[in-house]
């Protein structure tokens, strides 16, 4: 790595002093290392010259301490203006964080669940049964064991009236018509 370097620096100095035609043969091979041709060699030496020309004819002064001390000046004023910027939204995500984690908090603990209350009812069913092809009525007491939901409200329940008046005529003469049509 070393020697390329130096082999390029040796190569700049051939550059600036000496033309293509007037190299040693140890100058050539140090040359022909960075470049092809002779017109490529000498295109390089021109082009270098008119960069020190250039160069001689538009001198570059060097900065003086006031514009070190502007550019140190504006370089703080954007550091803290940065910094500033920064530390706003921080605070904006802490709470917005926050409320969000005491709302998953709340939302999440869990419900008290009152326990089901079972009702018992005694109920009544109806079903007919053919006797040597004679429909009979028959009743049946069953007991039903039905969860009801719990009302948080309470009230007094009154006891709710039964209509036992049984099957009215219309309903005996249709169920009648339906039987003798049924035995047919």
Not at 22 to 36: I, R
Not at 83 to 95: E, F, L
Not at 130 to 142: C, G, I, L, N
Request: hydrophobic share 35%; aromatic share 10%; charged share 25%.
């Amino acid at each position: 790595m070393m020697e390329k370097e130096n082999d390029f620096e040796k190569f700049e100095a051939l550059l600036q002093s000496k033309s293509y035609h007037e190299l040693t043969p140890q100058e050539l091979q140090c040359v022909n290392q960075w470049v092809e041709s002779v017109q490529e060699y000498e295109a390089l030496r021109a082009s270098g010259k008119q960069v020190v020309a250039w160069f001689n004819a538009n001198p570059v002064s060097a900065p003086g301490k006031e514009s070190l001390q502007q550019l140190k000046h504006s370089l703080r004023v954007q550091h803290q203006a940065a910094h500033s910027v920064w530390y706003k939204p921080v605070w904006g995500y802490a709470v917005t964080a926050l409320v969000f984690g005491v709302l998953g908090w709340w939302i999440g603990q869990p419900e008290i669940k009152p326990e089901p209350v079972t009702l018992v009812e005694q109920v009544t069913v109806r079903d007919t049964l053919y006797v040597a092809s004679k429909p009979d009525t028959v009743f049946q007491e069953k007991i039903i064991y039905r969860d009801r939901p719990v009302i948080l409200t309470t009230q007094t329940r009154h006891p709710e009236s039964k209509n036992e008046k049984g099957v009215s005529m219309k309903e005996k003469e249709e169920l009648d018509k339906l039987l003798v049509s049924g035995s047919e």
